[in-house]
Antibody, heavy 119, light 107 residues
Framework: EVSLLESGGGLVQPGESLRLSCAAS????????MSWVRQAPGKGLEWVSL????????FYADSVKGRFTISRDNSKNTLYLQMNSLRAEDTAVYYC????????????WGKGTLVIVSS | ETVMTQSPATLSVSPGEGATLSCRAS??????LAWYQQKPGQAPRLLIF???TRATGIPARFSGSGSGTEFTLTISSLQSEDFAVYYC?????????FGGGTKVEIK
């Protein structure tokens, strides 16, 4: 059974950094691209970043480009999101999501971790 | 950026009735369109991919259609568990983008 478990969320001040993790199990982690998708309180879904299965290709939304870095450790079946220079508008629940085979729609999602950026 | 526009924002439906949700793309996404269902406090769940293919375990009352820029999600007879927010997502163009959602509420 596929499982995605995010961790690392919390309350930080503007300008600070945070690293999110997503522990994956139940599938061949290396074979699938993974994404971070966020949802601000009461708002819709926003794709944030994607990394290929091997980790060699990464993609970012313009809203986080240059501030966030996605990475993965395939030996640990873990996805990461390093978030620097955080802003109030980055406040959201952050979900990790698995790409369906060959395509970048998302067939499995974690439960999410809440990031609050506030002074 | 491919802007995804969903309509209506809110749909009031009685249990047992059907519902039709629309999603429009600002440029062609071919058939690379997915639909998700999200209930309060839960992660989204994949319903439809490839514009019309139901994901594993999704009941037959959910169906998707369309290609290019116009897409529809139809729920043939709403059950109590179907009242939720529905999002479309295109995965043909970078960046990946979601629609703003349609809330299906009990009438």
């Amino acid at each position: 059974e596929v499982s995605l478990l995010e961790s690392g969320g919390g309350l930080v001040q503007p300008g600070e950094s945070l690293r999110l993790s997503c522990a994956a199990s139940g599938f061949a982690f290396t074979s699938y691209a993974m994404s971070w998708v966020r949802q601000a309180p009461g708002k819709g879904l926003e794709w944030v970043s994607l990394i290929s299965g091997g980790g060699g290709s990464t993609f970012y939304a313009d809203s986080v480009k240059g501030r966030f870095t996605i990475s993965r450790d395939n030996s640990k079946n873990t996805l990461y999101l390093q978030m620097n220079s955080l802003r109030a508008e980055d406040t959201a629940v952050y979900y990790c999501a698995k790409s369906q085979s060959g395509y970048h729609n998302f067939d499995y999602w974690g439960k999410g971790t809440l990031v609050i950026v506030s002074s | 950026e491919t802007v995804m526009t969903q309509s209506p924002a809110t749909l009031s439906v009685s249990p047992g009735e059907g519902a039709t949700l629309s999603c429009r793309a600002s440029q062609s996404v071919r058939s690379n369109l997915a639909w998700y269902q999200q209930k309060p406090g839960q992660a989204p769940r994949l319903l439809i991919f490839g514009a019309s293919t139901r994901a594993t375990g999704i009941p037959a009352r959910f169906s998707g259609s369309g290609s290019g820029t116009e897409f529809t999600l139809t729920i043939s007879s709403l059950q109590s568990e179907d009242f939720a927010v529905y999002y479309c997502q295109q995965y043909n163009n970078w960046p990946l983008t979601f629609g703003g959602g349609t809330k299906v509420e009990i009438k």
